[in-house]
Nanobody, 124 residues
């Protein structure tokens, strides 16, 4: 059974930092691209960032470029999202997802396994 478990969410002041981590089990990790998405209250889930199977290519949504950094450790089966310069508009539940192939992709339907999410709240 494939499981994705996120951790690292919490409450932080505007301008602060958090590091999210997602641990994957039940699946060969170093084959698939991984992504992070988020869903704010009353809004649809949106793409945040993604990384290829070997970590050599990453993509970001425009609103987080220069502030967030995605990385992965294939030996530990983890993918992290370092979030710096947090803003109140970053407040959301953050989800990690495992893709159907090795590329990084911004579309939800590319990902076939999802975590339960972790809450990030940024106060002004």
């Amino acid at each position: 059974q494939v499981q994705l478990v996120e951790s690292g969410g919490g409450l932080v002041h505007s301008g602060g930092s958090l590091r999210l981590s997602c641990t994957v089990s039940g699946r060969t990790f170093n084959v698939y691209g991984m992504g992070w998405f988020r869903q704010a209250p009353g809004k649809e889930r949106e793409f945040v960032s993604a990384i290829t199977w070997n970590g050599d290519s990453t993509i970001y949504t425009d609103s987080v470029k220069g502030r967030f950094t995605i990385s992965r450790d294939n030996s530990k089966h983890t993918v992290d999202l370092q979030m710096d310069g947090l803003k109140p508009e970053d407040t959301a539940v953050y989800y990690c997802a495992s893709g159907r192939a090795g590329r990084a992709d911004m579309y939800e339907n590319y990902y076939n396994f999802w975590g339960q999410g972790t809450q990030v709240t940024v106060s002004s």
